[in-house]
């Protein structure tokens, strides 16, 4: 069988089973405190998940998935994903995708921490995606099988659901977040980008630049689940003081503005 349908068998054994989650969220760098928003959560850390392997460099951090009532809605919360540059084989990259999908969800929103390159994308604000680059250097449907349920060749024509970027930008309104949506460049990493390799990015196409993300979208839609992408643009990159440490520190600082936008629109869905 394979990794992920044990690793969703065995949750749906740790009470995770019942009713489908409606949607997947996965918590970008920073964020993990907004699993606090689900009631009454059934946990499972991903040390006890089998087929799901420890992130590096999260030693300290909380890894683990929840399920429960989001905002009213029925869902699955990721705290901790895996990113190309751990080295993970490339299908690990969307672990929380398979599981998701495995535990009946349908609707995938993938938040995350980015550096802004367009220049109105300053620390501080948030980007509703509305497309992706590529430049991971992999894909999670690289493999020698795959995956039951995935498309072998999926188009990413509408990667990024076009009705959720609609309802995103809208949340945002609502919340008194207004935002602009753009296009988000996942690279390997994880060294941060020189200036210029953001100009070539810039030039590419990119509005913003990060180091996750790419991977699940692509599995998502290879299951054909509909996909919704928000990132909180914590530096400009490209910087001399770009760090880890103040990616987490922005995110944290900034988990409750993002829930705001969140709410809404996850209420919107119900
Ligand atoms: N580059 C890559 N990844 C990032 C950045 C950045 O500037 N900021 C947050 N994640």
């Known amino acids: 069988m394979d990794d992920f349908l044990v690793a969703a068998a065995h949750l749906r054994r740790a009470g995770f089973g019942g009713e489908a989650p409606r949607l997947a969220l996965i918590l970008g760098s920073g964020f993990g405190g907004l699993e606090h928003e689900i009631d009454s959560p059934v946990q499972c850390s991903y040390s006890d998940l089998p087929g799901f392997p420890v992130p590096a460099g999260t030693s300290g951090h909380v890894c683990r998935v929840s399920q429960g009532v989001l905002w009213g809605t029925r869902a699955l919360v990721f705290r901790g994903r895996y990113h190309a540059y751990e080295g993970h084989a490339p299908r690990e990259l969307a672990a929380c995708v398979w599981v998701a999908h495995a535990l009946g969800a349908r609707t995938l929103l993938v938040t995350n921490a980015a550096g802004g390159i367009r220049g109105d994308l300053a620390p501080g604000s948030m980007m509703a995606i509305r497309d992706h680059i590529n430049l991971t250097g992999t894909n999670p449907l690289v493999g020698p099988t795959r995956l039951r349920g995935a498309a072998a060749f999926p188009p990413m024509g509408a990667a990024y659901d076009p009705g959720l970027l609609a309802a995103l930008l809208k949340a945002g309104e609502q919340a008194g977040e207004p935002?602009?949506?753009?296009?988000?460049?996942?690279?390997?990493?994880?060294?941060?980008?020189?200036?210029?390799?953001?100009?070539?990015?810039?030039?590419?196409?990119?509005?913003?630049?990060?180091?996750?993300?790419?991977?699940?979208?692509?599995?998502?839609?290879?299951?054909?689940?509909?996909?919704?992408?928000?990132?909180?643009?914590?530096?400009?990159?490209?910087?001399?003081?770009?760090?880890?440490?103040?990616?987490?520190?922005?995110?944290?600082?900034?988990?409750?503005?993002?829930?705001?936008?969140?709410?809404?629109?996850?209420?919107g869905l119900a």
């Open 179 to 267: 935002m602009a949506s753009g296009v988000y460049a996942a690279v390997l990493g994880p060294s941060f980008e020189t200036p210029a390799e953001v100009e070539m990015l810039r030039r590419l196409g990119a509005d913003a630049v990060g180091m996750s993300t790419v991977p699940e979208v692509i599995a998502a839609n290879a299951l054909g689940m509909r996909v919704c992408g928000l990132s909180l643009i914590t530096n400009r990159a490209g910087g001399a003081h770009d760090s880890h440490e103040r990616v987490l520190q922005s995110g944290a600082d900034n988990a409750l503005r993002l829930a705001a936008v969140l709410r809404h629109l996850v209420a």
